[in-house]
């Protein structure tokens, strides 16, 4: 590893320093005490054929991707559990 290696593998980043370039710096919040929302959540699912063919044609009625449709699922069931 050379010195310029070794030196820079622990700071931080620096804004620039031309007064032009500083335009485009943005500062932004991490690490503690700054408030973080908790990461959103994404999944990936392999339904059985009997559920593919059910939420096929279910997209089918409703009009609704299979995004969207979970979605609205997902909404519903919170809406029944808020009640």
Request: aromatic share 4%; charged share 35%; no cysteine.
């Amino acid at each position: 590893m050379s010195a310029t290696t070794e030196r820079l593998k622990d700071t931080d980043p620096q804004p620039p320093r031309e007064v032009g370039e500083r335009v485009r710096w943005r500062t932004v919040g991490r690490g503690r005490g700054v408030p973080q929302p908790p990461p959103l959540v994404s999944v990936e699912v392999d339904f059985d054929r009997e559920q593919s063919d059910w939420l096929t044609a279910e997209t089918d009625r409703t009009g609704l991707d299979y995004v969207a449709l979970i979605k609205k699922l997902v909404d519903d069931a919170r809406a029944r559990g808020a009640a």
